[in-house]
C-alpha cells in the first residue's frame, strides 16, 4: 500500500506540471496573438474573400496559416501526449506494485522455529502459510527403524533418507493426503501420525502405510539455520 501512494503522488506531481506548462504557454500565445495584427483574406478574381476553405484556385497566393495557431496546436498535442503516457506510466506501476507481496505476506512466507524447545520423541506443530506443519525430533530407534523400512512394500515409495535432512528431525506438512484433515502425532500402529477421520496410519517419516490416503505427507521447503538450532521453513 506504501509503494501504491508513493507512485500515486509522484503521477500526481506529473500530471500537474504538464497542466501548468500548457496553461502558462497558451498564456504567452494569446498575447503574441493580442499584439499581432490580423492577415487579411485573400480576393478572388471578382474581388470577393475568400477563406482557405473556399474554392479559390490559385493556393499559392493564400496567406500563410497562422504561426501562433500551429504552435498553440502543436503544445496541446504535446502535452495530450505526455498526459497519456504519464497515464500509462501510472498505471503500469500500479500494476506492478500490487504484484509485490506486502509485509505482512513476506512475513509470512517464512517461519522461523526453535528447536531447542522440543523434546526428543515429540512433536510440534507449527503453523505456517494457514497450514499446520509437524516438526518431530525422532530418537535412534525411530531413526533405525524408519531405515530398515522395505520401500518396495511401501504404497508411495520413498526412503527416510531423501524425505529428511537430518535424521533427528522430520518436517512435513500436518494435512493428511486423503481429504485434507490435520492428523494426531506420536499415534496410530505405527506411532506416526494418525487421521481419525477415516484411519490413514502414517510412520516417523510421514510415509502412508495403512488407509485410505494415497500419498506420504508433503515435505515443505526448510533449512537449518545458526548452526542447526533453529529451522527454517518456506
Known amino acids: 500500500v506504501y509503494q501504491q501512494d508513493i507512485v500515486a503522488h509522484i503521477a500526481r506531481k506529473e500530471m500537474l506540471f504538464a497542466r501548468n506548462t500548457i496553461l502558462r504557454q497558451s498564456r504567452q500565445i494569446g498575447a503574441r496573438r493580442v499584439l499581432s495584427t490580423s492577415t487579411a483574406l485573400p480576393k478572388n478574381e471578382n474581388g470577393e474573400y475568400v477563406d482557405n476553405l473556399g474554392t479559390y484556385e490559385n493556393y499559392d497566393d493564400l496567406a500563410p496559416g497562422d504561426q501562433d495557431k500551429r504552435e498553440f496546436t502543436y503544445l496541446v498535442l504535446g502535452g495530450a501526449r505526455f498526459m497519456y503516457a504519464s497515464a500509462v506510466r501510472l498505471t503500469v506501476m500500479k500494476f506492478v506494485a500490487s504484484m509485490s507481496a506486502s509485509a505482512d505476506v513476506l512475513a509470512l ?26 516438526v518431530r525430533h525422532r530418537t535412534d530407534k525411530e531413526i533405525a527403524t524408519e531405515a530398515n523400512v522395505e520401500v518396495g512394500s511401501l504404497r ?7 524425505r529428511v535432512q537430518d535424521p533427528r528431525w522430520l518436517v512435513a506438512l500436518g494435512v493428511c493426503t486423503h481429504l485434507g484433515c490435520v492428523p494426531i502425532a506420536n499415534a496410530g500402529e505405527y506411532q ?10 502414517y510412520d516417523s517419516s510421514g510415509r502412508i502405510r495403512k488407509g485410505p490416503a494415497p500419498l506420504n505427507l508433503e515435505i515443505p521447503p526448510y533449512k537449518f539455520i545458526e548452526g542447526g538450532a ?3 521453513i518456506g
Do not use: N
Open 156 to 162: 508411495d515409495p520413498e526412503t527416510d533418507q531423501v
Open 109 to 134: 512466507a517464512s517461519l522461523e522455529v526453535d528447536l531447542d524447545k522440543i523434546d526428543m520423541g515429540s512433536t510440534a506443530t507449527v503453523k505456517w502459510r494457514g497450514k499446520p506443519v509437524f
Open 192 to 201: 506416526g501420525f494418525f487421521c481419525p477421520c477415516h484411519g490413514s496410519h
Open 230 to 232: 533453529k529451522l527454517l
